[in-house]
């Protein structure tokens, strides 16, 4: 498999698994009337609706707002795109398609709802280590740690080069 078809192929599962889920809490969890399900002590379903990016950054709450975000994270989703599609590394090639499909996802919820569709509540207690979130973000997430520990931690082999000695 050529490593772009394998990015791409993450990217689409991804993508998938991110509107799946989002189908699921949105219709027959009908999460935002009920607005949380208690699954386990340290995990529920909360229907929160972002309309921010990460962190709750850059709120775009008028219509302005709204496309200029889908316009500029269309413009990162195509810059990843086009890395995928020259990236070598097959470790790379993997964690671009995880985000390439996760912004994807929470880039059609920005274009069709106004806001982007977060529910997976991690916490301990009332301590929480992530704001709540969804499939999306978890892949971009550890799509860009892995990029990061690849980046710092491995070094590529580089091929010898034959020097001749006079």
Excluded: C
Excluded at 1 to 9: E, H, N, Q, V
Excluded at 21 to 30: F, I, M, R, S, T
Excluded at 132 to 139: I, P, Q
């Amino acid at each position: 498999m050529k490593a772009r078809s394998l990015g791409f192929s993450i990217a689409a599962v991804v993508f998938a698994l991110d509107q799946l889920a989002k189908w699921v809490v949105a219709g027959p969890l009908d999460l935002q009337a009920v607005r949380q399900i208690v699954l386990l002590p340290i995990f529920n379903l909360t229907w929160t609706e972002n309309q921010g990016i990460s962190l709750g950054l850059f709120n775009a709450e008028t219509a302005v707002g709204r496309w200029l975000l889908v316009a500029v994270t269309g413009a990162i989703a195509i810059a990843v795109a086009i890395w995928i599609g020259r990236e070598k590394q097959r470790g790379d090639q993997i964690a671009l398609g995880m985000v390439l499909g996760g912004a994807l996802g929470n880039i059609l919820d920005r274009a069709r709802f106004g806001y982007v569709v977060d529910f997976a509540d991690l916490h301990f207690g009332d301590f929480r280590p992530f704001l709540v979130f969804n499939v999306g973000d978890a892949a971009i997430s550890i799509g860009v740690v892995i990029l990061l520990l690849r980046a710092f931690l491995i070094k590529n082999e580089r091929p010898k080069e034959n020097i001749e000695h006079a």
